[in-house]
Nanobody, 117 residues
């Protein structure tokens, strides 16, 4: 079973940038989908961005134009570059993977992102 380890979270001022990394324990080149969810206090977990095996990406409307998801197969790592961060981007960001279209979602442990002045 694939294991996921996130890193890169932290405290940043509004308008700042962060890059999250999600390192997988095995090859990601043929994985159906990987991406990021986030959960703010008192809110449901929501999909932020995802990337499919052929490179197609999708984003939540709230992050379009500010966040970019990418994948580096040689390092078995998926990245989430976040720019122009806003306080409403605050939350725990969870990396996930679906190795196959019928697989259940596998989660990382989460990394905290706090946007505050």
């Amino acid at each position: 079973q694939v294991q996921l380890v996130e890193s890169g979270g932290g405290l940043v001022q509004p308008g700042g940038s962060l890059r999250l990394s999600c390192a997988a324990s095995g090859s990601i080149s043929s994985i159906y989908a990987m991406g990021w969810y986030r959960q703010a206090p008192g809110k449901q977990r929501e999909l932020v961005a995802r990337i499919f095996s052929r490179g197609t990406t999708t984003y939540a409307d709230s992050v379009k134009g500010r966040f970019t998801i990418s994948r580096e197969n040689t390092k078995n790592t998926v990245y989430l570059q976040m720019k122009d961060l806003k306080p409403e981007d605050t939350g725990v960001y969870y990396c996930y993977t679906k190795p196959y279209i019928t697989s259940p979602i596998l989660w990382g442990q989460g990394t905290q992102v706090t946007v505050s002045s």
